[in-house]
């Protein structure tokens, strides 16, 4: 076991677990449960976003996959920034203004019906859980290179943590953890991009040509076309990464921890510029590891290469940046992973025991109540999932939750905002055709089945792609489509209603 690492690893849990403290004293009713209130300033939560959304994904996987796949694995990268976006323009506002804790809420400020709120509940705890299983797999692996445990031990050991987190201190707790670990990641990664960046004494062109012969690659590890093949695939990821944002449970909740929609959009804006300069860096991250650590090396320690990141840091700056690094990976899962039980654990106790159970009558005691338990629910399928997914990389593992959350959830926030012949059969069947469509298609995918046993399941894949995004997320329109003109069912005035306060807010 690394002293130093180990080290470094408790001062991050006793940072941590003293912010959950603090946070505890002020989470004493649903609203500062959910939302922390809505006091957060722009800034701090466009750095909390960023720390939700900078996850093991975007540091551990990303690397790997750069390192491994070469620019293809930059397609990652790439997506998850032009996401926010989409975010930003379509999104952030209308939600602000129409919601109050839950995605659920904008939708059934126009369509009243306990039947979508059950849906809408659904489909956040479906892709928060998806989502948390990526971290968990990249947890495990981090921790068993950090600390010598095995996986299974690894994965109990975040999933307490982040239980501990959310049941005591909330959303405060969640934002104060992610915007810690925002700083701390920055800061690592923007030391070992100078570090990769100098060994190739401050030139693109050098780094460039090392690389043409650095790797099993050769050149073609600067060419797309390494890891995904088929034309079609590529362009299922790229849709996925690019729509699945604006459908992502626990990144549409921090849009309800501000005062008013313009502090929600200039919070995106902050985001998307923290956000973009670290992906700017994931190059540096993959390419230094390719060059000096090797895909041999990488994928002797993992084999999805969840730690070229980590084993960069160890070849380029020993023992002390390596602690540090894991340090700061194992932080970035622990604020991911807490802002994902969050988020289904308010659409247990908001949408589905609040407002369909309890019919709009339970107390706040009792939300209080249902919401912890649900936390506590959440992580445990959560840790039972992730145990079956540790061969795979947390990147590519994320964005099937962002192809889940582009075909369940977007097509009803965008018609429910924009299209005013909408109506509540069209926002059930939207939401359940995604939904159904996507999970079904994963199931059957190369992502599960694979013949030589490199993925969850031996055998042959029934559907040829990994990411299923551009069937689902096309289906997840056409059902809420032909569900609304099944239906003769709409209320225009609510619809004008709805236009005026998603843009203006009153």
Do not use: C
């Amino acid at each position: 076991m690394n002293t130093t690492a180990f080290s470094l690893f408790l001062g991050i849990v006793a940072i941590t677990l003293i912010i959950t403290y603090f946070a505890s004293k002020r989470t004493k009713s649903t609203s500062e449960f959910y939302t922390g209130g809505g006091g957060l300033t722009g800034w701090q939560n466009g750095l909390a976003i960023a720390g939700d959304y900078m996850s093991a994904a975007s540091f551990l996987g990303i690397a790997g996959s750069i390192a491994l796949a070469g620019f293809d694995g930059f397609f990652y990268s790439i997506g998850f920034l032009v996401a926010y976006l989409v975010v930003l323009y379509l999104i952030a506002e209308p939600l602000r203004n129409l919601g109050r804790y839950t995605m659920a809420d904008m939708i059934a400020a126009r369509f009243d019906d306990k039947k979508i709120r059950g849906v809408a509940a659904l489909n956040t705890i479906t892709i928060s859980t998806f989502y948390m299983i990526a971290q968990l797999v990249g947890a495990g692996s981090l921790i068993r290179l950090l600390l010598g445990l095995d996986a299974v031990t690894s994965i109990v050991i975040v999933g307490v943590l982040m239980t501990v987190y959310v049941v005591f201190g909330g959303m405060t707790a969640t934002s104060w953890v992610q915007i810690t670990k925002a700083v701390l990641l920055m800061a690592g990664t923007f030391i070992i991009s100078m570090i990769v960046f100098a060994k190739f004494n401050f030139s693109l062109t050098e780094m460039f040509n090392h690389l043409k012969t650095a790797t099993p690659l050769g050149e073609a590890f600067l060419n797309p076309g390494n890891k995904y093949k088929v034309p079609l695939d590529t362009l299922s990821l790229n849709l996925a990464l690019v729509l699945g944002t604006a459908g992502l449970p626990h990144i549409l909740i921090r849009f309800f921890t501000v005062k008013d929609a313009p502090t929600a959009r200039s919070s995106v804006v902050y985001a998307t510029w923290i956000i973009g300069i670290f992906y700017i860096m994931t190059v540096f991250l993959g390419f230094g590891a390719a060059a000096f650590v090797g895909a041999d090396a990488i994928t002797a320690q993992d084999k999805g290469g969840n730690l070229a990141a980590p084993l960069l840091a160890k070849a380029l700056g020993g023992d002390f940046l390596f602690a540090f690094i894991s340090a700061v990976a194992f932080a970035t899962i622990l604020a991911v992973v807490t802002g994902l039980v969050l988020s289904a654990a308010s659409a247990f106790a908001h949408d589905f025991y609040g407002h369909i159970i309890k019919k709009g009558t339970a107390s706040e005691k009792q939300q209080l109540k249902a919401a912890r338990w649900a936390s506590v629910g959440v992580s445990v399928l959560s840790i039972v999932l992730a145990l079956f997914a540790m061969k795979l990389n947390v990147a590519f593992l994320v964005s099937l939750a962002f192809a889940v959350a582009a075909s369940a959830n977007l097509p009803v926030l965008v018609f429910t905002i924009f299209w005013k012949r909408f109506n509540t059969a069209g926002a059930i069947t939207g939401m359940l055709t995604g939904l159904i469509s996507a999970l079904l298609l994963v199931a059957v995918s190369p992502s599960v089945w694979d013949p030589a046993g490199k993925a969850i399941f031996t055998g042959e894949a029934l559907f040829p792609l990994a990411n299923p995004g551009i069937i689902s997320i096309p289906l997840g329109f056409i059902g809420a489509i032909i569900g609304t003109y099944l239906s003769s069912k709409t209320d225009v005035n609510k619809y004008t209603e709805v236009m005026v306060k998603a843009n203006t807010g009153m």
